[in-house]
């Protein structure tokens, strides 16, 4: 009785140790959405400007600034004469990202909460899965110019623009699989496979 009592203890032991493993595995982070749909091309060599990258997986760009970008940042400055001095860029060519390393690489993304503070709306629960095809550069104008250093209105934190926040601009087609919320969110990242 004592040794089946021992056994049951370790065994419970072992699954707190493991559920404790797989929760430190996903890190806090935001999302923006994005219509790759629009875009001509993506930073990552191979992958189409597509909202889908199929079995059910959406597009997203991660932040050079985000804790989990492996790799040198994108290339470029911030330039305040690309801006229009409201939240626009008016020269709006984005820098070259030829050392983003997380390229092809899949998160699973599950919303915790309003990232603008909305009362009205939820996550809803359910885990997505997103493929890194594009970068989201803190040296893009469509990015910097909307900040308020530049005139615009977003806070950083919103723009890809935040240092030390894992950010993930993800695809609008995403939105309503995470929350009902209308805005941002902030969200649980966990590396997976594809």
Not at 121 to 128: E, F, L, Q, V, Y
Request: overall charge negative; glycine content about 10%; some cysteine.
């Amino acid at each position: 009785m004592g040794i089946a009592m021992l056994f049951v203890l370790v065994a419970a032991l072992l699954l707190v140790v493991v559920a404790d493993i797989d929760a430190a595995d996903a890190v806090a982070g935001v999302s923006t959405f994005n219509d790759f749909g629009t875009q001509t091309t993506v930073a990552c060599t191979g992958f189409p400007p597509s909202n889908s990258q199929g079995n059910g997986i959406f597009a997203a760009a991660m932040s050079d600034l985000s804790p989990l970008w492996q790799g040198a940042q994108c290339e470029g400055t911030q330039d305040a004469s690309k801006c229009n001095g409201q939240g626009s860029c008016v020269n709006c060519i984005g820098p070259a990202c030829p050392d983003e390393e997380r390229c092809g690489t899949c998160f699973n993304v599950t919303c915790t909460g309003s990232l603008d503070g909305e009362t009205t709306g939820a996550c809803t629960g359910r885990t997505i899965k997103v493929k890194i095809v594009d970068a989201c550069p803190a040296t893009h104008p469509a990015n910097y110019c909307k900040i308020p250093e530049f005139g615009g209105t977003i806070r950083p934190i919103e723009a890809c623009e935040q240092p030390g926040v894992n950010a993930l601009d993800i695809a609008t087609t995403a939105r309503s699989a995470l929350s009902t919320f209308q805005g941002n969110l902030n969200i649980d990242i966990e590396q997976t496979s594809c």
